[in-house]
């Protein structure tokens, strides 16, 4: 726990805040594509299911079966530096999640801004 600790202190808000930066860009030029007057907000359901379908979607093909296998549970080939093995599979690893959670954000944006223009035609 000592060793988790320090990484939910620090990712939890670097993560939030970032996730937001990218949900408030997307959602900006979103905004400026649909040449609407700036100051509209999204619907806040049609963003959180978004994010979620677009998450969900994004992580099953983000992680594969054949991904989680090799990145988990396989063991590296013989002869193998063990530090840049690990290494490459922390960074393959960090991409995959970050495309997960970030391309989540874009997706949640994309379907809150466009759901309020459905809703605001009616």
């Known amino acids: ?61 983000m992680f594969s079966p054949t991904t989680r296998y090799r990145l988990f549970f396989a063991t590296p080939p013989p002869h193998t530096n063990i530090r840049v093995a690990t290494l490459k599979m922390g960074l393959e690893f960090l991409m995959r999640s970050g495309a997960v959670f970030y391309g989540g954000a874009a997706g949640g944006a994309i379907s809150g801004r466009v759901f309020q223009g459905k809703e605001r035609k009616h």
């Open 1 to 61: 726990m000592a060793v988790v600790l320090p990484f939910i202190l620090i990712g939890a808000p670097v993560g939030y805040f970032t996730w937001t930066g990218v949900f408030d860009y997307v959602d900006h030029q979103v905004l400026q594509l649909k040449s609407e007057v700036i100051g509209q907000p999204t619907s806040g359901l049609a963003a959180s299911i978004g994010t979620l379908v677009s998450g969900g979607v994004l992580a099953k093909t």
